[in-house]
C-alpha cells in the first residue's frame, strides 16, 4: 500500500482535475475517491489541504501559474530521461493544475538527481510532490502543515 502522503497528493489532483471543470468542492463525489480505495481520514485530509491552501493564498488556483508570462520548464535529455512517460505526464498535469509550479520541478529534479534516482516512476513522482507541496522536514515553507497518519488523536 502506497505511504499517506502519497495517497493525499493523488486525491488533491483528482480533486484539483474536478474543480478545473468547473464543479464546485460540494459536488464532488466522495464516493468514487472510496471506490478507489482511498479511505474517510485521507479524504478529509486531502480537502482539508485544499481548504487551508485557499485560506492561506486566497485562491485555490495560483493565478502566477497560469500566466501567460511564466512558462514551463523545458528539459535537458539528460533530465528528461529521468522520468518515465506516465510520470512526465502526472508532472504535467500537476503543473497545469496549479498544484507544482516551476520551482518546485526544479525541486524535484534536484532531488532525484541527489537521491541518485534514475527512473521516476508516478510512485517516485508523488513522493518527491509531497515533500514539497506538504514541507516535510520544513516547517517554514508557507502552507505546510502537520500531517497525521490516521491513527492519531487530537485534544
Given at each position: 500500500?502506497?505511504?499517506?502522503?502519497?495517497?493525499?497528493?493523488?486525491?488533491?489532483?483528482?480533486?484539483?482535475?474536478?474543480?478545473?471543470?468547473?464543479?464546485?468542492?460540494?459536488?464532488?463525489?466522495?464516493?468514487?475517491l472510496k471506490d478507489k480505495g482511498y479511505n474517510s481520514s485521507e479524504i478529509s485530509t486531502a480537502f482539508s489541504w485544499l481548504v487551508d491552501r485557499i485560506e492561506f493564498s486566497g485562491s485555490m488556483f495560483d493565478e502566477?501559474?497560469?500566466?501567460?508570462?511564466?512558462?514551463?520548464?523545458?528539459?535537458?535529455?539528460?533530465?528528461?530521461?529521468?522520468?518515465?512517460?506516465?510520470?512526465?505526464?502526472?508532472?504535467?498535469?500537476?503543473?497545469?493544475?496549479?498544484?507544482?509550479?516551476?520551482?518546485?520541478?526544479?525541486?524535484?529534479?534536484?532531488?532525484?538527481?541527489?537521491?541518485?534516482?534514475?527512473?521516476?516512476?508516478?510512485?517516485?513522482?508523488?513522493?518527491?510532490?509531497?515533500?514539497?507541496?506538504?514541507?516535510?522536514?520544513?516547517?517554514?515553507?508557507?502552507?505546510?502543515?502537520?500531517?497525521?497518519?490516521?491513527?492519531?488523536?487530537?485534544?
Amino acid at each position: 500500500m502506497k505511504p499517506l502522503h502519497e495517497r493525499i497528493v493523488e486525491i488533491i489532483t483528482f480533486v484539483l482535475t474536478e474543480l478545473r471543470e468547473d464543479k464546485r468542492i460540494a459536488d464532488i463525489d466522495v464516493d468514487n475517491l472510496k471506490d478507489k480505495g482511498y479511505n474517510s481520514s485521507e479524504i478529509s485530509t486531502a480537502f482539508s489541504w485544499l481548504v487551508d491552501r485557499i485560506e492561506f493564498s486566497g485562491s485555490m488556483f495560483d493565478e502566477k501559474t497560469f500566466s501567460e508570462t511564466d512558462s514551463f520548464r523545458i528539459l535537458h535529455e539528460a533530465e528528461r530521461s529521468l522520468f518515465t512517460e506516465k510520470a512526465w505526464g502526472s508532472l504535467i498535469q500537476m503543473h497545469s493544475l496549479g498544484l507544482i509550479d516551476n520551482s518546485h520541478i526544479e525541486s524535484i529534479i534536484e532531488k532525484s538527481l541527489l537521491s541518485s534516482i534514475f527512473s521516476i516512476d508516478t510512485t517516485q513522482l508523488n513522493k518527491f510532490v509531497a515533500s514539497t507541496i506538504f514541507g516535510a522536514g520544513n516547517s517554514s515553507m508557507p502552507g505546510s502543515r502537520v500531517m497525521l497518519k490516521g491513527n492519531e488523536t487530537i485534544n
